[in-house]
């Protein structure tokens, strides 16, 4: 339940999002950059620039406010005097395209990421950053600390240390224009207390909170990028909410208020940008592997719920053996709390990461950087993820021996073309299609490390590298080698897809030789119209997603395989690759660039998500589904890997959920979501979108209002397999 006085603020804050407003924080930036600070060293001007167009935003103030600070992205003010010394994206382009020369082909093609449209660049962000050390000591704790580093450091460090203290004062700045605005607004308890923090510790829940909101949408300012987040919020505030609560000047229910708050102005400032994920992770285990669920936990999975609001993504972390009462808590989000539930299970994801080099005490601080993507709180750089491949895509043209079936045309920057008629064997058949995933791959990881080079001169991001470990204490910035891990990964899009059809290709021509290659090829060519019986037959072979032990062991060969393809790639820093496995909005666009598939698809047939089966594929029920799901060894997936779970909506209850969550995690699976809405309504939705305005849904990894979704992600969603009686 909700308080009246929140109740009255949803309305104001929904009423303000809805405001126009401008911004004009690029212009600042580009225009201080060449007019203020045109002559200085380029870190300083960069750092100054940086500090200007933060301290010089616009104030939205009101006297009915319990936390002070509010930022908005949309509407900026167009760049008229552009600093082209603070673009890290065209020169790294150049740079890649010209290493790449087949570069405009492979990404045409989905076969590499496409990261960027040479303005902007979408593989920045999705981490999470160690706030608590603004919480614990205030900015000048964190300013002293610099100050005391820069006694004995390099020339290079010390500009690092210049940079992070000028941002830390505008931080402050911003922070301080609210008081006297709120003093004359006569809220004088808000104005005494941001006039405490976050300059100094925080001592009581509502500072740590405020402490928190202010640095976050400073920081998310200066990186204003998808998927950066909160992380473990719960974790981080309940010291200051225990100690409250142990002296008796806060109850539990005044707690939830000032959630309820904090939710409504993240969703405030997010309104637009349903796809824009920043997300709160609940729930989960310490540094001792001992579970640290708290009376936090539970207020803010149920404050997101009550509020029914897209933003922030709250997403509940699964330790081992976890209680009754908390499998109960994932069942009612995920029944009643508007699709948006995401469950990840600690185990699992600590153990992929353990295996693939990251300390154990440090994989228990995991995170997800947005939809889904793992991360370590405050120890990542912020190139975690970069974009997809179409793996199915890939295979295509590995049967055809290049042919893309729906442009008929030979697509040269596709190396292994062999073709699957000159193929004697499936052993070399699939190693030499291994060879050519490995190498697109690493070409797309490639491409990261370009643009991070760039990212480091160009965009140091001196505010967050003050809440990334390492950075202060050897002086360089997260993506110059502050920070302790520079792992980064992308999608391989369709993995399921990819599996059932080498499978029927391994099943069909070279086991049970049901056909010749070239009629398989003809087939394709023809989407099967005139070989409906050699479709029947190929339907027929078993897929990932019957429970079928031979198939099962297939899959997680495959998928394990396309996992070690990243994990054999090394950073320009050292760190390593990580398959990132989910789907996101993509589904609709990977599919419709596949032609027929030797599984039996016909052309355009919507790709599995994660490492779901196939809708198609999944005939026997959910039970037989999991299990297949949940025979795959997920240690290889240190970058996360998503299922997708939808229900009938008069079939599913929360007992039923509790118990399939209870199965998923007990054989080990990673990340759990699902929608639980009638279709009947997705399918009124599209006809009567005035109606259905707040219709939530799963889409992938982040939920959204159904009637703001493209016709063919609607469509894509409607179509899904439901699972029920």
């Not at 309820?260 to 102005?265: K, S, V």
């Not at 002086?475 to 302790?484: E, P, S, T, V, W």
Request: with cysteine.
């Amino acid at each position: 339940m909700i308080s009246k006085r929140i109740k009255i603020l949803q309305e104001k804050c929904l009423a303000f999002a809805k405001e126009e407003k401008k911004s004009h924080f690029e212009y600042d930036y580009h225009y201080s950059a060449n007019n203020f600070y045109s002559n200085l060293p380029h870190f300083e001007k960069i750092s100054k620039a940086m500090s200007y167009a933060i301290s010089n935003q616009d104030v939205w103030a009101f006297d009915y406010d319990m936390i002070g600070g509010r930022i908005f992205y949309n509407n900026e003010k167009e760049v008229t005097n552009y600093c082209p010394e603070l673009d890290y994206i065209s020169e790294a382009l150049m740079k890649i395209k010209n290493d790449i020369p087949d570069y405009e082909e492979l990404t045409h093609n989905q076969l590499i990421s496409e990261i960027t449209d040479g303005k902007s660049l979408w593989c920045n962000g999705h981490i999470s950053w160690n706030y608590e050390l603004i919480l614990k000591y205030g900015v000048v704790g964190l300013k002293s600390k610099i100050l005391n580093n820069m006694s004995f450091c390099d020339q290079k460090a010390n500009e690092f240390y210049q940079g992070t203290i000028c941002l830390l004062d505008s931080l402050l700045e911003f922070n301080n224009k609210h008081i006297k605005i709120y003093e004359d607004l006569g809220n004088y308890e808000l104005a005494e207390r941001m006039r405490k923090v976050p300059m100094y510790p925080s001592e009581t829940f509502i500072e740590a909170v405020q402490a928190f909101y202010m640095q976050h949408i400073v920081v998310m300012r200066e990186n204003p990028f998808g998927g950066n987040s909160p992380g473990r919020l719960d974790y981080y505030l309940w010291p200051y909410l225990k100690k409250d609560l142990d002296v008796g000047i806060i109850t539990l229910k005044e707690a939830k208020e000032i959630i309820d708050e904090l939710f409504l102005r993240i969703d405030e400032r997010l309104y637009d940008y349903d796809s824009w994920s920043e997300t709160i992770m609940v729930g989960g285990s310490n540094e001792l592997g001992e579970s640290c669920v708290n009376p936090l936990t539970y207020i803010m999975v149920e404050s997101i719920m009550d509020l029914n609001i897209i933003h922030p993504s709250v997403y509940i972390r699964l330790p081992k053996n976890p209680s009754s009462e908390l499998i109960d808590l994932c069942s009612k989000y995920m029944i009643s709390g508007s699709n948006r539930a995401q469950i990840l299970y600690d185990p699992s994801i600590i153990d992929a990461l353990v295996k693939n080099g990251i300390d154990i005490s440090d994989a228990k601080d995991y995170v997800c950087g947005g939809c889904m993507e793992i991360g370590i709180q405050g120890k990542n750089s912020d190139f975690l993820y970069g974009g997809w491949q179409n793996t199915a895509k890939m295979l295509e043209l590995m049967i055809t021996g290049g042919l893309c079936l729906k442009k008929k045309e030979k697509i040269k920057a596709f190396k292994a073309d062999k073709g699957l008629v000159n193929y004697s064997s499936f052993e070399e058949f699939y190693n030499d299609f291994m060879l050519e995933a490995k190498r697109l791959i690493h070409l797309s990881l490639y491409e990261m490390d370009v643009f991070n080079e760039l990212a480091a001169v160009n965009r140091p991001s001196f505010l967050l590298s003050t809440m990334i470990d390492n950075c202060i204490d050897i002086g360089r910035n997260l993506n110059d080698g502050g920070a302790k891990y520079h792992d980064y990964g992308s999608t391989p899009m369709a993995l399921p897809d990819v599996v059932d059809s080498l499978y029927a290709i391994k099943w069909a021509i070279f086991d049970k030789k049901i056909c010749s290659s070239n009629e398989l090829i003809e087939a394709l060519k023809n989407n099967f119209i005139g070989y409906e019986k050699l479709q029947n037959k190929l339907k027929s072979i078993p897929k990932y997603g019957m429970d079928d032990g031979e198939v099962d062991e297939f899959a997680n060969k495959v998928m394990s395989d396309f996992a070690n393809i990243y994990h054999t790639y090394k950073t320009r820093l050292g760190g390593r690759g990580r398959p990132v496995i989910l789907t996101f909005i993509h589904a609709p666009a990977a599919s419709m660039n596949l032609g027929a598939t030797p599984s039996g698809k016909n052309a355009n047939s919507i790709i599995a998500h994660g490492v779901t089966p196939n809708s198609s594929s999944m005939t026997e029920g959910i039970t037989a589904a999991l299990n297949s799901c949940c025979k795959l060894q997920f240690s290889n997936f240190s970058g996360g890997a998503s299922t997708m779970w939808d229900f009938e909506s008069e079939w599913v209850s929360e007992e039923i959920v509790s118990a399939i969550i209870k199965t998923f995690i007990d054989n080990g699976g990673q990340i759990f979501q699902g929608n639980t809405t009638c279709v009947s309504d997705l399918v009124n939705a599209k006809k009567n979108p005035s109606k259905y305005e707040h219709l939530f849904v799963r889409v992938g990894g982040y939920s959204a209002r159904f009637i703001n979704l493209s016709p063919s992600l609607q469509d894509e969603i409607i179509n899904r397999k439901r699972h029920g009686c």
